[in-house]
């Protein structure tokens, strides 16, 4: 059965920290990694991951995939309040064309 | 703002009728599909249209039904509703119907079955 597993469910940290964020999947005939935020509205984008061990970088947010091992990590450095959000790993496979979401990953920064 | 449009925002209905949620995708995207986000089971995929046509298929209940017009906008049929279909149902649309493209997400439905 195709799953994503994000782990830690939740996580709660001080300004400043650096969290890492972990996404495993079972997914077959994998397609693309992507991770979205998601506060109170609805997701918005952050990466899309199709190879391995390229990092994407977007300011204090980073993300790798490492396709041999079936994970990706996303890295926030330097955390602000304002990164307090779910986390969603979505996986898309060519097997009935699905997406595949974790539970997502809570955040909260705490000043 | 993703350009995504949905309506209504809020919808509050008793079990056993039927709701009908509309999806405007962004200017140029073809491709438009449907999550339902519950609080127990995460975001699923629901379906996806492209250019009119339906090209995948998830974990969609045989109560709900969608479709996507010549003008591109969709709507998702709810049916005989349950307690357990009370979620937040997001659109998101895409260029094209490659699972490697990236979705922008409609602000969502809140649908709360009494």
């Known amino acids: 059965e195709d799953k994503v597993v994000q782990s830690p469910l939740s996580l709660v940290v001080h300004e400043g920290d650096t969290v890492t964020l972990n996404c495993s999947y079972e997914?077959?005939?994998?397609?693309?990694l992507l991770w979205y935020k998601q506060e109170k509205k609805a997701p918005t984008f952050l990466f899309m991951l199709t190879s391995s061990g390229i990092e994407k970088k977007s300011g204090r947010l980073s993300s790798i995939l490492d396709k041999k091992e079936l994970f990706s990590i996303l890295n926030i450095t330097a955390t602000q309040t304002g990164d307090s959000a779910v986390y969603l790993c979505?996986?898309?496979?060519?097997?009935?064309?699905?997406?595949?979401f974790g539970t997502g990953t809570s955040l909260t920064v705490i000043p | 703002d993703s350009g995504v449009t949905q309506t209504p925002k809020h919808l509050i209905t008793a079990t056993g009728q039927r709701v009908t949620l509309r999806c405007s995708p962004r200017s140029g995207d073809l491709s438009v599909y449907w999550y339902q986000q519950s609080l127990d089971q995460g975001l699923q995929f629901l379906i996806q249209y492209y250019n009119g046509e339906e090209r995948a298929k998830g974990n969609i209940l045989e109560r709900f039904s969608a479709q996507q017009f010549p003008d591109l906008h969709s709507e998702l049929n709810l049916s005989s509703l349950e307690l357990g279909d009370s979620a937040l149902y997001f659109c998101?649309?895409?260029?094209?119907?490659?699972?490697?493209?990236?979705?922008?997400f409609g602000p969502g439905t809140r649908l709360t079955v009494l």
């Open positions: 997914v077959t005939n994998f397609r693309s």
């Open positions: 979505a996986v898309s496979g060519n097997t009935g064309n699905q997406f595949y």
């Open positions: 998101a649309s895409s260029v094209s119907p490659r699972q490697t493209n990236e979705q922008f």
